[in-house]
């Protein structure tokens, strides 16, 4: 019987009835990691580890919700014994001495974690472009970008290899590869799950959460990865709920905001089309649809791509060539040891940004980038908290677009490419939960909805999503993978 496809729901109930063994199931996912190479979305895999665990696991009486779920970490939690490169040169020989929690979170609830996946360098892209170990490629056409930065993550799932992986999301990055893979992901409220032991982007934005085929699957995973953590000084000391005892709850009268800045005519029709048919289909399960304003958002990219370059800059000065990662063998002395080290460690892109948040911190251009930039996130923030008193979610397109050929946008502009994150920053900005989900196709690739919720309501977001994918099929369609095998 054939994993392949299957969701947590699902595998846990063929672990239960005997009808497949844990060492099985991880002989079978790791032989899919094999077959799907091309796909290019795992950077190293443990299968000596996964088929040890799988053996303890046969033999234990281990019954959490998602014991013996194969999973598939993004390669920027550190994983104790693993080499952890977050897509980088510059951590090509990084291995950590220990877990993240979200990793000894998962590890303590008996999942097993198969391997690490590609991404775009230290997540910084929304392709898996920049990858320092090559683009990783969309499972729905063949040298197609499946979105980024957790691309490799979307991929495994999407592909049907396992049917869960985390993310990180600073401005999209569960969301947006999420859609462009056909699958569900989710970032928590900021704080929600602990950063500890993730590689940092920008500290007040980075949020980890689970890719998975159902929103159903996301509130299982979320339930072990959420929580207070005391190593992490951002964490919310407030005891996670159990989202996966409301998700099937009845929806009861929800009411949900479309948001007037983006119902412009800049939206391709196809786009388009597909956000009212998703509209429709809420309606029909009961939901009001409500048109609210944001004003402040149109700022939101530019308020972006100011903060988190200055994040980045202070985040990765600790990359010096001294204490670990990449270490030039071309040095004369300490300068050109730095110099050289981080020249030769760090691609194109992540220059770019460490250029940028330099400048946008010095003394003169501090006021005018940086503390701007904070002053409009506050206008952001207060927006929503204005909308969320007359709406219980927000809905918008999670990207602008279906995926579009590997290489083929931002060569000459990157600007461009940060044009893709239109829908997703915002609740990055402002902290809030957000979940994309599949709602449609467009060429043949699929495309996502975006829900938005209030402060720490997860519950609520994964609700809507549970009772609209039990309504619709778009989560339970499948790429072919014929091209791959
Ligand atoms: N695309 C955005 C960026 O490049 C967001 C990336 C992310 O969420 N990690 O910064």
């Excluded at 010096?320 to 990449?326: T, V, W, Y």
């Amino acid at each position: 019987m054939s994993i392949q496809f299957k969701t947590i729901t699902e595998i846990k109930k063929l672990l239960r009835e005997n009808k497949i063994s844990h060492v099985e199931l991880i002989q079978e996912t790791l032989d899919l990691i094999n077959q799907l190479s091309d796909l290019n979305c795992f950077i190293t895999t443990n299968d000596e580890y996964a088929l040890r665990k799988a053996k303890d696991l046969d033999l234990s009486k281990s019954n959490t919700s998602i014991s013996g779920i194969p999973i598939a970490h993004k390669d920027l939690f550190c994983t104790q014994g693993t080499l952890t490169t977050c897509g980088s040169k510059m951590l090509s020989n990084f291995t950590p001495p220990y877990d993240a929690t979200v990793v000894s979170n998962l590890e303590n609830a008996d999942v097993i974690n198969v391997g690490k996946t590609n991404m775009d360098e230290f997540a910084m892209g929304s392709t898996t472009e920049t990858s320092f170990y090559k683009p990783a490629h969309n499972p729905w056409k063949k040298d197609y970008i499946p979105g980024g930065s957790s691309g490799g993550s979307a991929i495994a799932v999407a592909a049907g290899i396992v049917p869960a992986a985390t993310g990180t999301d600073t401005g999209g990055s569960i969301r947006q590869p999420a859609a462009l893979c056909g699958v569900t992901g989710i970032k928590p409220t900021y704080g929600r799950v602990s950063r500890w032991g993730m590689v940092a982007f920008a500290s007040s934005l980075d949020q980890a959460g689970p890719i998975c085929r159902t929103a159903e699957d996301c509130a299982l995973i979320l339930d072990k990865m959420a929580g207070f953590d005391e190593k992490d000084t951002t964490s919310l000391d407030i005891k996670a709920p159990k989202f996966s005892s409301k998700v099937n709850a009845p929806l009861g009268k929800k009411t949900i905001g479309i948001v007037k800045e983006f119902m412009t005519d800049d939206v391709p029709k196809d786009v388009a089309t597909t956000f009212e048919n998703s509209i429709q289909t809420l309606e029909s399960i009961g939901c009001k649809i409500k048109t609210i304003s944001l004003p402040n958002i149109i700022y939101s990219v530019p308020t972006y791509y100011v903060i988190a370059p200055a994040e980045c800059s202070s985040n990765l000065s600790r990359y010096d060539g001294i204490k670990f990662g990449h270490r030039s063998k071309n040095a004369q002395d300490l300068e050109s040891l730095y110099i050289n080290s981080r020249t030769e460690g760090f691609g194109d892109e992540v220059k770019r940004r460490i250029l940028i948040g330099t400048y946008v911190l010095s003394s003169g251009y501090y006021d005018a980038y940086y503390k701007k930039a904070q002053q409009v996130r506050r206008l952001i923030k207060e927006d929503f908290e204005k909308a969320f008193k007359k709406v219980d979610l927000i809905m918008t397109p999670t990207s602008p677009s279906e995926a579009f050929k590997i290489g083929s946008k931002g060569q000459n502009d990157p600007t461009q490419l940060y044009l893709e994150d239109l829908y997703t920053i915002s609740s990055n900005l402002a902290g809030l939960p957000a979940l994309s989900m599949p709602h449609g196709e467009i060429n043949g690739l699929p495309i996502g909805l975006q829900l938005i919720g209030d402060y720490l309501d997860e519950e609520t977001i994964l609700n809507v999503a549970n009772i609209f994918q039990k309504n619709t099929d778009f989560h339970n369609k499948k790429p072919s993978l014929e091209e791959w095998l």
